[in-house]
T-cell receptor, first 116, second 111 residues
């Protein structure tokens, strides 16, 4: 069964450093997303990406965050200057249709980001 | 008021029991309702989705949506230890891209 692949599975970084989280969505999917889950809290939407541009972003997704689909297969989330409160599990997801109402989203296993 | 509310549990049931999981929501624009299962240190996995009101059944799982009460449910029949996981409800409107998740209910099915 097709998978969304995320790397690395765990990343530790110092406060103020830039991090790039990487994802390989399912190849025929058209919509791409980043979500995050702070320990003990709900899964929160960050950004959606369609047709090579951001289609929606949340209040969390401020100027410190950016997304890119550099080569038609990878999808990345960059955090320019990490803060302690950025520590969370970051999930990449992809879907064939908007919201995944036909077949659902497929989520990756996540990257656990720890900012020290 | 939070958009999506879900009792975090934990909920512990014996094997074979019927499990009822619920969410309430406040946004009347929500039209798409989903249940995801999440195992520890894994991403959410779609179990069921329903459009608008009504019931949907898939094997041991039944999803119900009552839009008039802004209340959704997931029933698991003949629960198995392998059903032990966190169950997340999620929903969206016709126009947005973002899924709105509940906090998740932790379920433990004991042999």
């Amino acid at each position: 069964e097709p998978e969304v692949t995320q790397t690395p599975s765990h990343q530790v970084t110092q406060m103020g450093q830039e991090v790039i989280l990487r994802c390989v969505p399912i190849s025929n999917h058209l919509y791409f997303y980043w979500y995050r889950q702070i320990l003990g809290q709900k899964v929160e939407f960050l950004v959606s990406f369609y047709n090579n541009e951001i289609s929606e972003k949340s209040e969390i997704f401020d100027d410190q965050f950016s997304v890119e689909r550099p080569d038609g297969s990878n999808f990345t989330l960059k955090i320019r200057s990490t803060k302690l409160e950025d520590s969370a599990m970051y999930f990449c997801a992809s879907s064939l249709d908007r919201v995944g109402v036909a077949y659902g989203y497929t989520f990756g296993s996540g990257t656990r980001l720890t900012v020290v | 008021q939070k958009e999506v509310e879900q009792d975090p549990g934990p909920l512990s049931v014996p094997e074979g029991a019927i499990v009822s999981l619920n969410c309430t929501y406040s946004n009347s624009a929500f039209q798409y309702f989903m249940w995801y299962r999440q195992y520890s240190r894994k991403g959410p996995e779609l179990l069921m989705y329903t459009y608008s009101s009504g019931n949907k059944e898939d094997g041991r799982f039944t999803a119900q949506v009552d839009k008039s009460s802004k209340y959704i449910s997931l029933f698991i029949r003949d629960s198995q230890p392998s059903d032990s996981a966190t169950y997340l409800c999620a929903m969206n409107s016709n126009s947005g891209y973002a899924l709105n998740f509940g906090k998740g209910t932790s379920l433990l099915v004991t042999p």
